[in-house]
């Protein structure tokens, strides 16, 4: 990794983190334990702007930082925001290498319409096996519920995750684009 990467890597981590502390939350009204933030917008930038690998490391800096300062009502929540964006990031992939082999639909708009149709469906279907799997373990895995709380929680909780990506997608598509003006990027 050569440092122009390392310095973007540590960038975008200071700003990811440092919005995820930040008291910027709104609580989901249908559920007041789940908060809709920004910070995971400077992850989805970096990735589109500079391609999956620091948007990878941008996100586990993230989570290592939160695990060791801010864990949360959980302390391995951090991990569950870690799968979350991480399947987020990978509905934008494979939209990126669809998009990219059809050169007739190399449309922004196409672009933006199916990286956050598919981010939307890789984040909910894996947080609903990561919450399905995990929520029903005791503390610090998970809040020890039983199946019948899980599997009614579970369209809640991908409703939320749906509701972030739909969000954060296009707003992290703009901001690269944006950027991308201003700098030259280079993969």
Do not use: C, D, H
Not at 108 to 119: A, D, N, Q
Not at 140 to 159: H, Q, R, S
Not at 171 to 187: D, N, P
Request: no cysteine; glycine share 6%; charged share 10%.
């Amino acid at each position: 990794m050569n440092s122009r990467t390392i310095a973007t890597v540590a960038v975008f981590s200071a700003l990811t983190v440092a919005l995820n502390l930040s008291p910027f939350k709104i609580p989901a009204p249908y559920a007041p334990f789940l908060y809709y933030q920004i910070w995971e917008i400077p992850i989805v930038t970096a990735f589109l702007l500079f391609g999956p690998l620091v948007g990878l490391y941008v996100s586990i800096i993230n989570t290592l930082v939160l695990l060791i300062y801010f864990p949360g009502a959980l302390p391995v929540g951090p991990l569950y925001n870690l799968a979350a964006i991480l399947g987020m990031l990978l509905g934008v992939y494979v939209a990126q290498k669809v998009v990219s082999r059809r050169s007739s639909i190399k449309n922004e708009l196409v672009f933006i319409l199916s990286s956050t149709v598919l981010g939307v469906i890789s984040r909910v279907l894996i947080m609903s096996v990561v919450n399905w799997a995990f929520l029903r373990y005791p503390y610090p895995i998970g809040f020890e519920l039983p199946e019948e709380v899980i599997v009614m929680m579970l369209p809640v909780i991908g409703f939320f995750n749906a509701t972030l990506a739909m969000y954060t997608i296009p707003v992290g598509y703009v901001l690269a684009r944006t950027i991308s003006y201003s700098i030259k990027v280079k993969k």
